[in-house]
């Protein structure tokens, strides 16, 4: 009688590799890219009112910011492969209730999606941290965003037109690639993640951890750059589509634009080559003033709508530049230890930001048009690039090169 061998590969995963990780990343791009530019559309008509949409973006942020904090929480309690699981299925459920088509399911979609997205970026980091060794995080950020740029490039404008075309359409192409997203995930065989040691005692609350990152400023200032790179996105991506209807432009153009820039995706590796001739330091405040620059001048220009756009996207080039190099100081500088409690301190960028520009937005609104929101995130950039000062001038190649691979 033979004995059956359980195949090599179920007996032994492989280790999870920076192009694994990129393809979770490229895949997520296909599930949130696609409706990018539907949701602030489709809420805008809904309401019809920008400080309305400002509002709701608002409390789905609030909710956002509190799912995140709790999630390293929930993982004493619950695997986090299965926390990162549900966060994809929220992603699926996001996408029918936006095909119910009523505003409260629209409302609800943009909810569940806002969810689901910091969810697993929170799980996604710390598999990161766990697996890819501090002088490959480079590398890996790179990998990322180039695997993400497809999806990031055609879903905005396709979305869009899809939507035009079959309300529903962008919503299933969404909610399908959560599903693929799913399954190569467990493919992966992620599991838990690496148990590096276990406290005497859990935290007494979720947010027992805020003093340890408050302690240590590099970790403050990573985290600071996040938010206000991603409140520049915010800016770009909802109010850009709501400036261009006001003016008499095409309904799609936030759409078009926002491919346009996520094109620039694809040089993600020539960027790294750029940031890694010079010090990180230089590269973060030579992002924040570029796009901190065109997004007030635009506000100069809106007079001119066509060239506001135009300045616009060359400062969203330079958002890019700050999504390869500006969370290198947060990500180099956290303890293994700590992996989970500060993946989910960093990802609590999205919800802050998500809560900072509609509520700066509500309060510019009452006073300025919609192009005044512009300059605001303008402002917001340079005090970044004050802020990067502070940043040690050899920081980024010297230490990447004395960090010992583990």
Same mark, same amino acid.
């Given at each position: 009688?033979?004995?059956?061998?359980?195949?090599?590969? @179920?007996? +032994?995963?492989?280790?999870?590799?920076?192009?694994?990780?990129?393809?979770?990343?490229?895949?997520?791009?296909? &599930?949130?890219?696609?409706?990018?530019?539907?949701?602030?559309?489709?809420?805008?008509?809904?309401?019809?009112?920008?400080?309305?949409?400002?509002?709701?973006?608002?409390?789905?942020?609030?909710?956002? @910011?509190?799912?995140?904090?709790?999630?390293?929480?929930?993982?004493?309690?619950?695997?986090?492969?299965?926390?990162?699981?549900?966060?994809?299925?929220?992603?699926?459920?996001?996408?029918?209730?936006?095909?119910?088509?009523?505003?409260?399911?629209? &409302?609800?979609?943009?909810?569940? #999606?806002?969810?689901?997205?910091?969810?697993?970026?929170?799980?996604?980091?710390?598999?990161?941290?766990?697996?890819?060794?501090?002088?490959?995080?480079?590398?890996?950020?790179?990998?990322?965003?180039?695997?993400?740029?497809?999806?990031?490039?055609?879903?905005?404008?396709?979305?869009?037109?899809?939507?035009?075309? =079959?309300?529903?359409?962008?919503?299933?192409?969404?909610?399908?690639?959560?599903?693929?997203?799913?399954?190569?995930? =467990?493919?992966?065989? @992620?599991? #838990?993640?690496?148990?590096?040691?276990?406290?005497?005692?859990?935290?007494? #609350?979720?947010?027992?951890?805020?003093?340890?990152?408050?302690?240590?400023?590099?970790?403050?200032?990573?985290?600071?750059?996040?938010?206000?790179?991603?409140?520049?996105? =915010?800016?770009?991506?909802?109010?850009?589509?709501?400036?261009?209807?006001?003016?008499?432009?095409?309904?799609?153009?936030?759409?078009?634009?926002?491919?346009?820039? #996520?094109?620039?995706?694809?040089?993600?590796?020539?960027?790294?080559?750029?940031?890694?001739?010079?010090?990180?330091?230089?590269?973060?405040?030579?992002?924040?003033?570029?796009?901190?620059?065109?997004?007030?001048?635009?506000?100069?220009?809106?007079?001119?709508?066509?060239?506001?756009?135009?300045?616009?996207?060359?400062?969203?080039?330079?958002?890019?530049?700050?999504?390869?190099?500006?969370?290198?100081?947060?990500?180099?500088?956290?303890?293994?230890?700590?992996?989970?409690?500060?993946?989910?301190?960093?990802?609590?960028?999205?919800?802050?930001?998500?809560?900072?520009?509609?509520?700066?937005?509500?309060?510019?609104?009452?006073?300025?048009?919609?192009?005044?929101?512009?300059?605001?995130?303008?402002?917001?950039?340079?005090?970044?690039?004050?802020?990067?000062?502070?940043?040690?001038?050899?920081?980024?190649?010297?230490?990447?090169?004395?960090?010992?691979? +583990?």
């Amino acid at each position: 009688m033979h004995e059956k061998r359980i195949p090599e590969w @179920l007996r +032994h995963a492989p280790a999870p590799s920076i192009r694994g990780f990129a393809t979770l990343a490229g895949l997520e791009a296909v &599930v949130r890219g696609i409706l990018i530019s539907v949701f602030p559309l489709i809420l805008y008509r809904a309401v019809a009112d920008a400080q309305v949409v400002s509002a709701l973006y608002f409390g789905v942020g609030v909710l956002s @910011l509190a799912v995140g904090l709790m999630v390293p929480f929930l993982i004493r309690f619950v695997p986090r492969r299965r926390v990162y699981s549900t966060g994809v299925l929220f992603y699926v459920a996001g996408a029918a209730l936006a095909i119910e088509g009523s505003a409260a399911g629209v &409302v609800a979609a943009l909810a569940l #999606n806002t969810v689901a997205t910091v969810t697993t970026f929170v799980c996604f980091n710390a598999y990161v941290l766990d697996y890819i060794a501090r002088i490959e995080l480079g590398r890996c950020e790179t990998s990322r965003m180039f695997y993400s740029a497809a999806g990031w490039t055609a879903g905005p404008v396709a979305g869009v037109a899809l939507m035009h075309w =079959w309300p529903p359409a962008p919503f299933l192409i969404s909610g399908g690639a959560a599903l693929v997203m799913l399954t190569v995930f =467990w493919f992966m065989r @992620l599991g #838990n993640g690496k148990l590096i040691s276990r406290a005497r005692r859990a935290p007494p #609350n979720p947010l027992a951890f805020l003093p340890r990152f408050f302690a240590q400023p590099r970790l403050v200032a990573g985290w600071l750059f996040a938010v206000i790179r991603s409140c520049g996105w =915010w800016v770009y991506i909802v109010y850009l589509p709501i400036f261009a209807v006001q003016s008499g432009l095409s309904g799609q153009l936030g759409g078009i634009v926002l491919s346009i820039t #996520n094109a620039s995706l694809f040089a993600a590796p020539l960027i790294l080559k750029w940031m890694q001739r010079r010090p990180l330091r230089s590269a973060v405040r030579t992002g924040f003033a570029v796009a901190g620059t065109m997004f007030c001048l635009a506000t100069a220009v809106s007079g001119l709508p066509v060239l506001a756009v135009l300045v616009l996207m060359i400062g969203s080039f330079f958002l890019i530049v700050l999504d390869v190099c500006a969370g290198l100081p947060f990500l180099m500088a956290v303890k293994p230890s700590e992996r989970t409690e500060m993946s989910a301190i960093y990802s609590s960028y999205r919800d802050v930001s998500g809560i900072a520009t509609p509520g700066l937005a509500w309060l510019v609104l009452s006073v300025a048009p919609v192009a005044g929101i512009f300059a605001s995130g303008g402002l917001a950039m340079f005090l970044a690039y004050g802020i990067a000062r502070r940043l040690h001038p050899r920081l980024g190649q010297a230490r990447l090169a004395m960090q010992p691979a +583990h």
